[in-house]
């Protein structure tokens, strides 16, 4: 071979080798810009993730959104949002003014023992019977069941009056009224299992419906900020206002004797 062939060889040996070392050189800068990218993908990824959790953990839940939601009041309401609540003869004189959270034992000892007579007193005209409904206990466990059976009894009361009381009956019985610490009306299986033993409620398709979709749960809402801005003082339940004055201070009412002296010394004052 001679020398200019061997020389040509060698040259075109070293250009294939320079094309080489540059078609790797390409590569490994696509390969280095391609880790780069997927860091700053990776990079970005987890950020927006942080910043997912931080937003879905900021954002309020779901009965804390309602507070400025539009308000459907049921029938048998009057007042802002239908927050107003008044069961009882035109005839009656005055109103007694009763604060109840649905949770709330104590309201469960009320109703059970002096339930009847607060009942009977309505049905003869002694007095009128206005219902503030209170969620404090769910804020302290971050519950929902007042919350859940107060848009119930929201429902009940657009059926009637009458439905109304008795399903709140119903709810304090000693039957269904579970233990505080057991949210159980959280749940509406079990609001429409305890609705089934009220007549105006069992088989009511469009009761039934109001409870599984919500329909009054902002109005739930607006009746528990009646209870939180209320201007008589109430701060536990089950409270009792006549003429915007506390009948009980504070001391519950669990005896149908207790009952009637102070709401009878109420009436004659």
């Known amino acids: 071979m001679s020398k200019r062939n061997s020389q040509a060889a060698k040259t075109a040996a070293r250009e ?20 780069v990218a997927g860091s700053i993908v990776a990079v970005l990824a987890i950020a927006g993730g942080v910043g997912y959790a931080v ?13 400025d939601a539009k308000v459907v009041a049921p029938a048998n309401t009057t007042g802002t949002k239908g927050t107003t609540v008044v069961i009882g003869k035109s005839t009656a004189k005055k109103t007694l003014k009763v604060y109840e959270d649905p949770r709330c034992p104590v309201c469960a000892q009320f109703e059970q023992t002096v339930g009847s007579t607060v009942k009977k007193d309505i049905d003869d005209g002694k007095f009128k019977f206005q219902y503030v409904g209170a969620t404090f206990i769910d804020d302290k466990d971050n519950g929902q069941g007042s919350k859940n059976a107060l848009s119930a009894l929201g429902a009940a009361l657009n059926v009637s009056s009458e439905a109304f009381l008795e399903y709140k009956t119903a709810l304090y019985s000693a039957k269904w009224h579970p233990d505080e610490t057991t949210d159980k009306f959280k749940d509406d299986a079990y609001l429409l299992k305890v609705a089934d033993t009220v007549p105006a409620l069992k088989g009511n398709t469009a009761f039934q419906n109001a409870v599984k979709k919500g329909t009054y749960d902002a109005w ?50």
């Open 220 to 269: 739930a809402m607006a009746m528990s900020k009646t209870f939180d801005d209320n201007k008589e003082g109430v701060t536990g339940t089950p409270g009792f206002v006549m003429d915007g004055k506390q009948l009980n201070n504070g001391t519950p009412l669990l005896t149908v004797a207790d009952f009637d002296k102070v709401v009878d010394a109420a009436l004659q004052g």
């Open 16 to 35: 294939k080798l320079r094309l080489e070392r540059e078609r790797q050189a390409k590569r490994d800068k696509v390969k280095r810009q391609a880790i």
């Open 55 to 67: 937003v879905q953990n900021n954002k309020p839940s779901y009965w804390a959104g309602l507070k």
